[in-house]
């Protein structure tokens, strides 16, 4: 038999296993059927001793060692190949057992591996790595890498001494390494051993890993990600209309490591202790999102996690996979969505990352013009690689399904479209038509964007790009990029310098303020204040407002309130909320205690107000895309530090007028045009005293008047707080069927006191019947009486109200004159005039005028019954037809019912 076992040794193929440069073991090592029997090899390194176990009948059959190195092989009898284990000992003489690894069939498919050649396995990600699985009834974990142009590829980890020589990897057509090793579990600690050309051996971590070591170790870790139970069906289901285009969206930033930081010596919260407080917090805040700084494992704390080696893998700083999915799952049952920030620009050139993986440029291109960021000292992928952009692509999608996040927010996105980004001349290669477009990274970006919207459509994707790129956030079929959303970088830049004035001075940097409107709906922007405006040096948001502490305080209000109003969606770091001091350290945890003091805890009560007003207001957000959501009133008072515009949906009555006013300078009695006559009420003051503020503002609705301002023909007096935003809701004046309804509302209201009290002498039942008349419109004969009745007594009353106030009927008759002489005149400027003049001359003159502005009126329409008498208001009322709906119904004209409520604004 040994004889016969000798004749199927091939001495070469045993070498490169010996000397681990064996690429394709499968098709040495295990069984195969032979004219003899069922031939088994394997290699066991420096095992003295090696035997075969059947477990069908349990017989233990020894191994002949073929090479002193630890190679082995046995012929068993039979051409059906046994269930077995392979048994072997050490130089020790322990002795270890496990199934044979090379037993087992890879797991690709070959359409699999045709798609991940062209880029397009977006499920990639369910194959490559470490995976926990059964074959044949035998639980184990499949690995797989690619890693095309290495000589070999072993799996070491703690569950074979690290050793490369065992457990070599098999390499398929596509150039990936694969092989699946019964007995290794869950929780297991691994690496790739990699052999170059050239002869140079060194350890990589899984791009693939679902898990990874605590810095500063980096070895990957093997996790099952399939035993989780989500319980956030009902937010998922909703998350559509919830985070669409036409709700309100309001982002807190947060970075997980310093938000707080434990009271008992540990360095970090774990994912699930972090997720009740934080969920409840955001919530008390009002924010609709939390965006997390990358949760993607990384080396180095320094680097916020935008230098990131585990693609796939939430950080260890915080927990488990499982830690962190419990942290997402209990934000969603919180009605919180979650965005995560992912780097797709570039990586680092840690030694057990991504760089030179196979002893190539494999994920980064070769030519260091093309392949590195001088500035960042970081490695730029290479979108050109079909490969590399299905790492990325099946990347973010793996992050929607299998930890339901709800938007993506990537980073740098600038650095990819421009090849000179941060580069001088002579470090860039142009592209093939010579430009500075890099071509691929385009092709990739739209291509990610495509399929991530066909998985998830209600799932963002926003854009952190600085400059003028057109179409960021156009339709793919229109030449855009196809995100959602674009960060408004440079609102953010304008607005910033713009607070940091003194208000003295701030009127020589208007245009910071009112720029923003010129490009507002080239794109659909997210207006942020992110973690970039309070690091380097460059302060807190509360120390670049200027001035005392109570003005700090009152500008931070002033420009959160600004953001909210300004059309786009929000985002603001943590910590400037409640007006974090200090420059923001990933090392420190938040200054809590900060809110001990009230101006800091009134700060917080305020956001928590705003946020609450915000999405209480559709016009504050439903149409931020849209440029009929926006309306200028006056963007134009440099001098005073003013802006005035409108808010918008398209209902009239949810129209919103927005002041704000950047000066420290109170205003009294300032005149705003309107876009409307009717009533307006200030609904919300960034300067109330609640908040910390002075308290100056406008407690009672304001009526418009027809006085001309800003290019309008209605206006109100309103007073301005100092360091200011404050809102006015609209409501449109009560006419024809509305006001007569409130004058029927107040006739009955009379009647029923008269009932009460028998006032006059006059029969309660019969006061009751001529209130019934009146609110009915009958026309019965017994209803004309009572009416008549009623509208003596009113008019006898305001004839003596009227004597008593004018004096004598020739001021009345006055009065007539020059109302008919305006009417006469026609021109509507001199009708105004005559009206304002009237109106100041008081009550009595005011309603003599209404009286003779329709007798007119009536006389110059032959169709319309002239007055036989001066009639009152109220008979006026009386003979209005109920279903007429227009002003006429209250039987005075447009003139007379405008002078009637310029008089009452006057005297209120």
Not at 211 to 222: G, I, K
Not at 389 to 396: T, Y
Not at 447 to 452: Q, V
Not at 702 to 723: F, G, Q
Request: charged share 30%; glycine share 8%; net charge negative.
């Amino acid at each position: 038999m040994e004889e016969k076992l000798y004749d199927y040794m091939d001495w070469a193929e045993i070498e490169a296993v010996v000397y681990s440069e064996e690429n394709h073991p499968r098709d040495i090592l295990g069984p195969r059927v032979t004219e003899d029997g069922v031939l088994i090899q394997a290699f066991f390194p420096d095992a003295t001793r090696a035997a075969v176990h059947t477990i069908r009948d349990g017989k233990q059959t020894e191994m002949v060692c073929e090479d002193e190195a630890g190679f082995f092989a046995v012929l068993l009898p039979g051409k059906k190949i046994p269930s077995y284990t392979l048994i072997y000992w050490d130089g020790d003489g322990n002795q270890m057992e496990h199934y044979d690894p090379y037993a087992y069939p890879m797991q690709f498919t070959e359409q699999e591996q045709k798609q991940f050649e062209n880029g397009i396995c977006y499920s990639i990600y369910e194959k490559l790595g470490a995976h926990p699985v059964k074959i044949d009834g035998i639980s184990g974990v499949y690995f797989a890498v690619w890693a095309p142009n290495a000589i070999r590829v072993s799996v070491v980890g703690n569950f074979n001494n690290w050793d490369g020589r065992a457990y070599q990897m098999n390499l398929l057509e596509s150039g990936i390494y694969e092989l699946f090793i019964p007995g290794v579990r869950a929780g297991d600690i691994y690496k790739y051993e990699i052999k170059a050309k050239g002869g140079l051996t060194y350890l990589k971590s899984d791009p693939y890993a679902n898990a990874a070591q605590l810095r500063p170790n980096n070895a990957s870790v093997v996790v099952d990600l399939g035993k989780y139970a989500w319980q956030d069906e009902n937010w998922m289901k909703k998350r559509g209309v919830t985070q669409g285009d036409k709700a309100p969206i309001s982002v807190y930033e947060v970075h997980l490591g310093s938000w707080k930081k434990p009271d008992d010596g540990r360095e970090f919260y774990n994912y699930r202790e972090i997720a009740p407080m934080l969920a409840s917090y955001v919530k008390e805040l009002g924010y609709t999102h939390v965006e997390l700084m990358p949760v993607m494992e990384h080396p180095l704390d320094e680097s916020w996690g935008y230098q990131v080696t585990g693609y796939y893998a939430p950080t260890a700083r915080y927990g488990t996979p499982d830690d962190f999915r419990y942290f997402m799952d209990t934000m969603h049952q919180n009605d919180i969505g979650v965005i995560l920030d992912w780097v797709p620009a570039h990586f680092p050139r840690d030694t057990f990352g991504l760089s030179a993986f196979d002893g190539t440029c494999l994920y980064e291109h070769f030519d260091p013009r093309q392949g590195s960021h001088p500035h960042w000292g970081t490695l730029i992928y290479n979108y050109g690689r079909p490969e590399v952009k299905n790492f990325l692509i099946a990347n973010a999608l793996f992050w929607a399904k299998e930890y339901h996040a709800d938007g993506i927010r990537m980073d740098a996105v600038a650095s990819m479209l421009y090849l000179d980004y941060g580069k001088q001349d002579g470090e860039w290669v142009a592209n093939i038509y010579g430009g500075n477009e890099n071509l691929e990274a385009i092709e990739f970006l739209k291509h990610l964007n495509s399929i991530f919207k066909k998985e998830f459509p209600d799932a963002l994707l926003i854009a952190e790009e600085s400059t003028a790129w057109p179409k960021v956030t156009g339709e793919l079929d229109d030449e855009g990029l196809g995100f959602d959303y674009k960060w408004n970088m440079g609102w953010m830049n304008d607005f910033t310098e713009y607070m940091k004035n003194d208000p003295v001075y701030r009127g020589a940097h208007h245009d910071q303020l009112t720029f923003s409107m010129v490009y507002a709906y080239s794109e659909k922007f997210m207006l942020s204040l992110s973690h970039d405006e309070v690091v380097h040096l460059k302060g807190s948001m509360y120390t670049k407002m200027p001035g005392t502490p109570e003005q700090k305080m009152a500008n931070l209000r002033l420009a959160y309130a600004y953001q909210m109003v300004h059309p786009g969606k929000k985002l603001l770091f943590m910590g400037q909320e409640f007006g974090q001091e200090k420059e923001w350290n990933e090392k420190q945890s938040l200054s809590w205690e900060l809110l001990e003091d009230k101006k800091h805890l009134q700060l917080k009560n305020y956001m928590a107000a705003l946020h609450a007003f915000y999405k209480a207001n559709p016009a504050l957000y439903q149409l931020d895309e849209k440029p009929e959501g926006f309306e200028w009133i006056n963007g134009m008072e440099w001098e005073k530090n003013l802006l005035i515009f409108l808010r918008r949906t398209r209902k009239k009555e949810d129209t919103l007028l927005v002041i704000c006013n950047f000066s420290n300078v109170e205003y009294d009695d300032f005149r705003i045009g309107v876009p409307y006559p009717g009533k307006y009420k200030e609904m919300f003051n960034s300067d109330a005293e609640s908040y910390g503020g002075t308290g100056v503002g406008n407690p009672r609705v304001k009526m418009s008047k027809k006085t001309e301002c800003d290019e309008r023909k209605n206006s109100i007096t309103v007073k301005l707080a100092p360091l200011s935003v404050q809102v006015f809701s609209y409501t449109k004046p009560e006419t024809g069927a509305a006001s007569n309804k409130s004058a029927k509302a107040k006739t009955a209201a009379k009647a029923a006191a008269e009932k009460k009290t028998g006032k006059k002498g006059k029969p309660a039942g019969k006061t009751e019947e001529a209130v019934k008349a009146v609110k009915a419109k009958k026309t019965t004969k017994t209803a004309q009486k009572a009416e008549k009745k009623a509208e003596k007594k009113v008019s006898e009353k305001t004839v003596k109200t009227a004597e008593k106030k004018q004096g004598t009927t020739t001021a009345t008759e006055k009065v007539e004159k020059a109302v008919k002489q305006a009417i006469d005149s026609k021109p509507v400027k001199t009708v105004e005039q005559t009206v304002d003049k009237l109106v100041k001359a008081g009550k009595s003159a005011a309603a003599e005028a209404a009286k003779a502005v329709e007798k007119y009126r009536a006389a110059a329409d032959p169709e319309k019954k002239p007055a036989t008498k001066p009639e009152t208001k109220s008979e006026a009322k009386s003979e209005a037809k109920p279903e007429t709906k227009t002003k006429k119904s209250t039987g005075m004209s447009e003139l007379g019912e405008e002078l009637q409520r310029k008089f009452e604004t006057e005297e209120r």
